[in-house]
């Protein structure tokens, strides 16, 4: 059962990964869900507050996600091909993208607490990502630089394929974000 607060987060979401975290309020909210600004306010008190649980959800979520990658992959090349897929997924789902690389474009503007929530999911990406570039033979000195050019290169093709316009129905723009994946995979390792 969806709880009123798990529907404000899904709102809020998409909101965010749509318009990014200055391009929506709580009226924003209230409208689509038809539930008043106090009732938003008695789950998530503030803007920051209510950016902050999405961050946690999406970090967890991401988790079991990479969890998913790790189990059903053979190899480093298909660990990391199959994590790509994630942000392919994420823009097939109306244009959206990664929710925390959204929050990283508005730093400037965020509350603190809210960036380095943000920060501590990038963090949880670029161990990962090191992880795997690790035990596939890459030195431990170039890791480290290696996880953030290609987490760095998969924001990057969301941000051009949205650029581009919203998913096409084809699956080109999921190959998109792939073939950058591919493209880079194949340099690292």
Known sequence: MTTT????????????????????SYADISAELSITKPSIHHHFPTKAALAEALIA??????AVARKEVDDDAAG????????AGLYAETF???????????????AESLPVQVRQATDAFFADQ??????????????????????????ASLEGALLLARAHGQ?????????????????????LL
């Not at 480093?76 to 994590?83: I, K, M, P, S, T």
């Not at 670029?126 to 290609?150: I, K, N």
């Open 5 to 24: 607060a798990d529907r404000i987060l899904d709102s809020a979401q998409t909101l965010v990964q749509v318009r990014g975290y200055n391009g929506f």
């Open 57 to 62: 959800r999406y970090r967890e979520r991401f």
């Open 76 to 83: 480093a090349r298909q660990r990391l091909v199959g994590y």
């Open 92 to 106: 097939a789902q109306g244009g959206r993208i990664c929710l925390c690389g959204v929050f990283a474009v508005d």
């Open 126 to 151: 670029r161990q990962w990502v090191a992880g795997v570039l690790a035990e596939a033979g890459m030195p431990a000195t170039r890791t480290g630089a290696a996880a953030e050019a290609y987490l």
């Open 167 to 187: 998913p096409d129905g084809t699956g080109r723009d999921r190959d998109v974000v792939r073939s950058v994946a591919a493209t880079l995979v194949d340099a």
